[in-house]
């Protein structure tokens, strides 16, 4: 197994640009998130799914659009960047167990740069 | 929704020593509360977690405790190593779900 799966590692964009960044996972997960990693605030839910056809707003939705078409693919979409969305995401998913929420496993993450 | 404080933001040991770390959180309906820990330049990864049923999981030199009551649980590392050295998160699930994380401690440990 891959695991999560997060595409691309690096990305500098100019302002107002959008781009997706693309997250997989081949564990058959339920429930996948995105989350943003800056300094001292810790890891920030973006939106997350619960399985696929749902997806909810987490705690910083703002700017961020996402889908869940199929049960692997989890796409997170900048509609359009601006400097406060440069960060390290972080897409992660786990297999719900029968008392809620069960181990999150993380991709590697993807570094951005808005410019 | 989920609120979790953690504290403290920075933690330095001695070798040897005991570390713990405690967090807080808001929503009662919460019933997970894993602690992960993240090293430089890598993935956060899960060290130990607690259900709302069970009051204390210890696994070799980590514990966590929980206290429903007073919404609060902490991480405790005994015999501290150089290699314990991380930033440490701990979460608890909003409506059962989704994970929220603390802000995270960075944990030094000095030989």
């Known amino acids: 197994n891959a695991g999560v799966t997060q595409t691309p590692k690096f990305q500098v964009l100019k302002t107002g640009q959008s781009m997706t960044l693309q997250c997989a996972q081949d564990?058959?997960?339920?429930?996948m998130s995105w989350y943003r990693q800056d300094p001292g605030m810790g890891l920030r839910l973006i939106h997350y799914?619960?399985?696929?056809?749902?997806?909810d707003q987490g705690e910083v939705p703002n700017g961020y659009n996402v889908s869940r078409s199929t049960t692997e693919d989890f796409p997170l979409r900048l509609l359009s960047a601006a400097p406060s969305q440069t960060s390290v995401y972080f897409c992660?998913?786990?297999?719900?167990?029968?008392?809620?929420?069960?181990?999150?496993?993380f991709g590697e993450g993807s570094r951005l740069t808005v410019l | 929704g989920e609120n979790v404080e953690q504290h403290p933001s920075t933690l330095s040991v001695q070798e040897g020593d005991s570390a713990v770390i405690k967090c807080t959180y808001s929503?009662?309906?919460?019933?997970?509360f894993p602690w992960y820990k993240q090293e430089l330049g890598k993935r956060p990864q899960l060290i130990i977690d607690i259900r709302s049923n069970v009051g204390e999981k210890k696994d070799q030199r980590i514990a966590v405790t929980l206290n429903k009551t007073a919404k609060h649980f902490s991480l405790h590392i005994t015999e501290t190593q150089p290699e314990d050295s991380a930033v440490y998160f701990c979460?608890?699930?909003?409506?059962?779900?989704?994970?929220?994380f603390g802000k995270g401690t960075t944990l030094s440990v000095s030989s």
């Open positions: 564990m058959n997960h339920e429930y």
């Open positions: 929503d009662s309906a919460s019933n997970y």
């Open positions: 992660a998913s786990s297999y719900p167990s029968g008392l809620g929420t069960g181990e999150l496993f």
């Open positions: 799914s619960v399985g696929a056809g749902i997806t």
């Open positions: 979460a608890g699930n909003q409506a059962g779900t989704a994970l929220i």
